[in-house]
Structure formats: structure tokens, C-alpha cells
């Protein structure tokens, strides 16, 4: 969705706070692309900010930020939701919302 992140993008912010082999019991490795693996990021956004021409989102106008905390398989470490969630609010955001897909 947007064709990109960063400045120029719908997705103006993020992280990849573990990176895609993590599981909730090994050591993270994170990078600055918070891409899914399966594509659940990319629908959820979709539903929130797309902004046409065939389809339009609850908040076309919106700017998006994205913090990933699961790898593609496994659970997560409340050290690493902690940081996502300092990381969105300090990116600037007027309003927050936290969507996590937890993989089984």
C-alpha cells in the first residue's frame, strides 16, 4: 500500500522491532522495514488508510506508521511490545492505534 516507506509514503514511520525468524524464545534482529510475512499488515492497513481508486479505507487521509513485534512465527516479548508502543507515540502521531496479529 503506498508503494513504499518513509518520507514520501503512506507508511511514514516504523520498525521492525524482531525481524521475520524470531519466535517469542530466540534473540530478535531487528531492521528498519516492519514488513509481515503473511500480508496481515498490509490488509489492516488497507482497511484503515487506503485512499482509492477502488477502494477507500475508514481514514484515506491518514498518515500510517507500522511497528512490527512478531516474526513470522512464535509469540512475543512484553520488552518488545513496550518499545513498539514508546516508538509510536514518539514518532509524533496525533492518534494511536495498536493492531497486533498474533501468529499461532
Same mark, same amino acid.
Given at each position: 500500500?503506498?508503494?513504499?516507506?518513509?518520507?514520501?509514503? !503512506?507508511?511514514?514511520?516504523?520498525?521492525?522491532?524482531?525481524?521475520?525468524?524470531?519466535?517469542?524464545?530466540?534473540?530478535? !534482529?531487528?531492521?528498519?522495514?516492519?514488513?509481515?510475512? *503473511?500480508?496481515?499488515?498490509?490488509?489492516?492497513?488497507?482497511?484503515?488508510?487506503?485512499?482509492?481508486?477502488?477502494?477507500? *479505507?475508514?481514514?484515506?487521509?491518514?498518515?500510517?506508521?507500522?511497528?512490527?513485534?512478531?516474526?513470522?512465527?512464535?509469540?512475543?516479548?512484553?520488552?518488545?511490545?513496550?518499545?513498539?508502543?514508546?516508538?509510536? !507515540?514518539?514518532?509524533?502521531? !496525533?492518534?494511536?492505534?495498536?493492531?497486533?496479529?498474533?501468529?499461532?
Amino acid at each position: 500500500m503506498g508503494g513504499g516507506f518513509g518520507p514520501r509514503y !503512506k507508511f511514514r514511520f516504523g520498525h521492525d522491532f524482531v525481524g521475520d525468524n524470531y519466535n517469542g524464545e530466540n534473540t530478535p !534482529k531487528p531492521d528498519p522495514y516492519p514488513f509481515d510475512c *503473511g500480508g496481515h499488515g498490509t490488509h489492516v492497513s488497507g482497511t484503515i488508510g487506503a485512499n482509492g481508486p477502488l477502494f477507500y *479505507g475508514v481514514a484515506p487521509d491518514a498518515t500510517l506508521g507500522m511497528y512490527r513485534v512478531f516474526g513470522c512465527e512464535g509469540t512475543t516479548a512484553n520488552d518488545i511490545l513496550i518499545a513498539a508502543f514508546s516508538a509510536a !507515540k514518539q514518532s509524533g502521531g !496525533k492518534y494511536s492505534i495498536f493492531l497486533f496479529h498474533a501468529n499461532a
